[in-house]
């Protein structure tokens, strides 16, 4: 045996050697039976083998036979091919070497005939052996069947998909087998196996490897049968995926790798058989299949969005597009911008749409033109910029890499002149990702603020590696993560995503999702065809009943992950609308991320139109030219606050706020200026009104009153009492003590807050100065108990003393004035309705002057106090300075205004009882009588006329002795005589 090697291949458990399927470790081999190399066809051409020998590998390129020297240098990674008879021609040419690199080191030597004749005689001998014994061998053998594939000659490939498809410009690539997926044949009869074939440029990683995930999950349906098919669903198919890389388009151009494309796959239908549908590859490489699937009659579904790819479905009615239409990408924007004029009462003509898109695609050229036609119809002031990437406007420089010419487009779709316009237009751009970086540093140097940015980089890579840019960006696209549809084995396409990026180590795109899709539409073209069969005959059906196929796919309904799909008359999908997108910030992230904006069924955010740096800025706010010029977000908010001692009265576009006028300021991100007047109590003011309102305790009115009250009482009971001033205190004390318990209750519980309410405001529209009056009171808050519950025990303790003073001093009114109150209660209670009635209209009059309200306030609280006050004690005052009136008694001033009504405890009047002011009346009466008496006695003696003074002076005597007993027993009585002598 040699051993053949396919780096990266498995192939331990494969039949064929040259149909090594799928990607394993480094270092696996596969083993040829040399014989097996015989029963190649060598007649085609030029055989190609790789060859080890001993720890030496013979290296060499494909180079023509006749070549002097025959060598090349591989990588380890590289499989490392001999032309079999260009080793012989240069081994037997004199003079002429080989190069052979060491395995295990990077030495070169050089072997020439004479040195590797050894060699030479033992490769000779080798041949000969397995040429003798493949003779021994069946032809038919089933180990070698691999349907013509190995007639291509192609090598697989030496990488991994997505390795492939990071090659730069610089690295070239020859045309490789990457899968070929193959359901082992068991010979049972219910399976048949139906071929697809893709070819791609190596920029498509994501349309082979999601073909490679639809086939590998169909294959292992049903414990490894296959997908089930037909009425009683006993008949089973299998898929084989043949993925071939073309190039490396970057590497050699598109016109080129176009050849390359259609020559493959000519060749895959000419060699290889049961190959039946094609799945498109990817971007311009799309038409390369086209010519192929019309001159070998077979379908394929191309991943195209544009609707003039399809249009020539008379002529080849083969091509089947899955993309949704990608002109309808912009026009959910545009429609939305008119929903929000319709609802603001504004006309679409007023509002400009540009649009700027590249005219040598027909990707970016249909999109744009299809929002030109919309905008139109709708009727918005529409300018269309159409520009050749590929044309020199600078001689020498294409305009796509010429800066100059692409900040001209820029400047006609916002111009510095109008950068701060209030119709900010809406802009639509169908570019490459350098285009819009160039035009959008020109558009921010230009102030521009877009009603909407809607760009066909917004859903590419350039979005994501420009995150500061792309806030409220708008873009359209295929396919969008929110989508909800699934199938058989994924819940959605998301979840397509994360299984390819386990199996392949990246996370895809949307073109993973649609490739994906392809090989379950077919599958439900087949199963929905042989749905009623009791036994498919798959094979004869797809052989020569095509035509059949391809018409039941005309009218088909699936749901696959992509999304419903079904064709119209151009046999384009037309089955849901694209996916709007646009990047937001969802929920609480702080991160904008792409949303989905329609189909609304699948959408997960609302459309932000307009966006936020083309709204003015609200009040107490400008616009801010450094913002404008350095926030990388074009469409972010523009706006910052008014700076102190600034202000902005309505909405603007203003790149300033205005300055306060003179006397008045403003705090920052303000919306009007405050001229302070204060119109507050002054300090002295304020100390006058503590002054004013040093209130007295005036519930001792009632105490005094019951003080006579209780003294009178006992008086007309001929007794003595005592009522001393302690006891006075001691009533006044519980009575304040029940107040202060109150008041500290309130405070703990419910404390009063200095609320300030505004009264009015004034607002100035020339100078923007605004006048707001306030008032402050102290107010109970209203989530504790109300005020009330404290304020109303105080109010019924004191109206229940006045109610008690007032029933006091109307017992008491007989009373001389020198000792009750009631004539002076009733004149202050007329004096405080006087002052009511004179303060509350001018309190009501001076409402606009804070100084003047407190004034009055004030006053009318000074006035009722002292005024209450000096009626009560003023005339106290003056009787006690007068004294007791000459030649009266204490006991003879109590006795009033009505002789002395005061009643006994048994009813009688006081003129028919012997009381103490009658006892010492009578008793003064009479020693003033005696002392006349004396005098005219001593006359009458001396004139010898006798006398009866000893009996009236004995019946005096007794009376006084009574007075005086009383007198002596009554401490005030006594107190009263004493002032009265002193007097």
Not at 703 to 711: H, N, Q
Not at 835 to 852: F, M, T
């Amino acid at each position: 045996m040699i051993m053949c090697v396919h780096h990266n291949i498995r192939c331990p458990d494969v039949k064929d050697p040259w149909r090594c399927r799928g990607r394993s470790d480094r270092g696996h081999f596969c083993l040829i039976p040399m014989w097996r190399l015989m029963n190649l066809r060598l007649e085609r051409e030029r055989m190609l083998w790789s060859l080890q020998i001993s720890t030496t590998r013979i290296l060499s390129n494909r180079g023509n036979v006749g070549r002097q020297e025959v060598s090349c240098r591989c990588e380890d990674r590289s499989n490392c091919y001999i032309d079999l008879f260009g080793l012989l021609f240069v081994l037997s040419t004199p003079n002429n070497h080989l190069y052979v690199n060491n395995n295990t080191t990077e030495t070169r030597t050089t072997m020439t005939a004479s040195s590797s004749c050894y060699h030479f005689i033992c490769l000779l001998l080798a041949l000969a052996i397995a040429s003798t014994y493949a003779q021994e061998q069946p032809i038919d053998d089933p180990i070698i069947e691999d349907n013509g594939l190995s007639n291509l000659n192609l090598p697989p490939c030496t990488a991994t998909s997505y390795e492939i498809s990071q090659y730069g410009a610089d690295t070239p690539l020859s045309a490789c087998i990457l899968y070929d997926l193959n359901p082992p044949n068991d010979n049972d009869a219910s399976f048949t196996e139906v071929g697809l074939v893709q070819v791609t440029p190596s920029i498509c990683h994501n349309h082979r490897d999601g073909a490679n995930t639809a086939v590998s999950k169909l294959n292992n349906d049903n414990n490894g049968k296959g997908v089930a098919i037909g009425f009683s669903g006993t008949t089973y198919i299998k898929f084989r995926l043949i993925s071939i890389i073309g190039g490396n388009s970057n590497n050699i151009g598109n016109d080129a790798y176009s050849i390359v494309h259609e020559q493959i796959l000519d060749e895959v239908f000419q060699n290889v058989d049961n190959v039946h549908f094609i799945l498109g590859s990817c971007s311009f490489a799309s038409a390369n299949d086209k010519p192929m699937a019309l001159k070998h009659a077979k379908i394929v579904l191309s991943q195209v969005g544009p609707p003039g790819f399809y249009m020539d479905v008379a002529n080849n009615p083969y091509v089947f597009g899955i993309h949704v239409n990608s002109d309808t990408y912009p026009l959910p924007a545009l429609k939305a911008l008119q929903f929000r004029l319709d609802a603001m009462g504004e006309s679409t003509k007023n509002q400009p749409v540009r649009v700027v898109y590249r005219d040598r695609s027909e990707f970016f050229k249909s999109t744009c033109v299809s929002a030109i036609d919309a905008a139109t119809v709708q009727g918005f002031d529409v300018t269309a910029i159409e520009f050749n990437p590929d044309g020199e406007e600078t001689p020498g420089v294409p305009n796509s890499q010429n800066v100059e010419f692409l900040e001209g487009l820029a400047d006609q779709l916002c111009s510095a002149d109008e950068g701060s316009n209030t119709n900010n237009a809406a802009v639509i751009a169908c570019v490459q990702n350098g285009d819009a970086d160039v035009m959008l540093a020109r558009m921010r140097l230009n102030g521009c603020r877009p009603m909407l940015a809607w760009f066909t980089t917004a859903t590419w890579g350039w979005a994501t590696d420009n995150t500061d840019t792309i806030p409220f960006f708008l873009g359209g696209g295929q396919w969008h993560e929110n989508f909800v549809y699934s199938d058989k084995f994924f819940e959605t396409g998301k979840a397509v995503l994360e299984y390819g990026q386990e199996q392949f180590g990246y996370m895809g795109s949307y073109d993973h999702v649609v490739s994906y899709a392809m090989p379950m539409l077919i599958v439900e073209l087949l199963t929905s065809f042989f749905r009623i069969a009791d036994s498919p005959n798959v094979t004869d059906v797809l052989v020569n009943r095509y035509e059949e196929i391809r018409r039941s796919l005309m009218n088909i309904n699936a749901h696959t992950i992509f999304g419903p799909v079904s064709f119209n008359e151009y046999q384009r999908n037309n089955g849901r609308g694209a996916a709007g997108t646009q990047w937001v910030q969802k929920g609480n992230v702080t991160e904008f991320q792409l949303g989905c904006i329609s189909p609304l069924d699948q959408a997960d955010v609302s459309i932000v139109i307009p966006s936020p740096s083309a709204l003015p800025c609200p009040t107490g706010s400008h616009l801010d030219q450094n913002l404008i010029e350095g926030n990388p977000a074009i469409l972010a908010d523009k706006c910052t606050l008014c700076p102190a001692g600034t202000f902005a009265q309505y909405e603007n576009t203003n790149l300033k706020c205005q300055q306060c006028p003179e006397g008045s300021a403003s705090p920052e991100g303000a919306n009007y200026c405050i001229a302070t007047e204060d119109n507050l109590t002054s300090v002295g003011l304020e100390v006058l009104g503590f002054i004013f309102v040093a209130l007295s305790w005036s519930s001792t009115i009632g105490y005094m009153s019951w003080r006579l009250f209780k003294v009178a009482r006992n008086a007309e009971l001929v007794r003595r009492v005592r009522v001393s001033v302690r006891e006075i205190y001691v009533m006044v004390a519980v009575v304040l003590l029940f107040d202060l318990a109150i008041l500290i209750a309130w405070v703990l519980v419910a404390p009063l807050q200095y609320i300030r309410t505004n009264v009015s405001t004034t607002l100035n529209e020339a100078t923007g100065v605004m006048t707001i009056e306030t008032a402050g009171a102290c107010q109970g808050s209203p989530d504790n108990v109300s005020m009330w519950a404290f304020l109303g025990p105080i109010i019924i303790i004191h109206v229940g003393s006045m109610i008690v003073t007032n029933v006091i001093l109307f017992k008491v009114r007989g009373i001389s004035d020198r000792y009750q109150e009631q004539k002076y209660v009733a004149l202050a209670s007329i004096y405080i309705c006087e002052l009511l009635l004179l303060g509350l209209p001018i309190l009501i009059a001076v409402q606009e002057s804070g100084e003047a309200r407190y004034i009055v306030i004030a006053g009318v609280i000074f006035l009722t106090d002292t005024g209450v006050l000096a009626l009560i004690f003023v005339p106290k005052i003056k009787f006690a300075k007068e004294g007791i009136p000459e030649g009266l008694t204490v006991s003879e001033t109590i006795g009033g205004r009505r002789g002395g009504v005061l009643k006994s405890q048994t009813g009688r009047a006081s003129n028919g009882v012997s009381t103490v002011e009658e006892i010492r009346r009578r008793a003064a009466s009479r020693a003033s009588h005696h002392r006349n008496s004396s005098i005219a006695s001593s006359h009458s003696e001396t004139e010898g006329v006798p006398s009866d003074s000893p009996r009236v002076a004995s019946v005096v005597s007794s009376g006084v002795e009574k007075v005086e007993e009383i007198e002596e027993e009554d401490d005030d009585f006594q107190d009263a005589k004493s002032n009265c002598s002193n007097v």
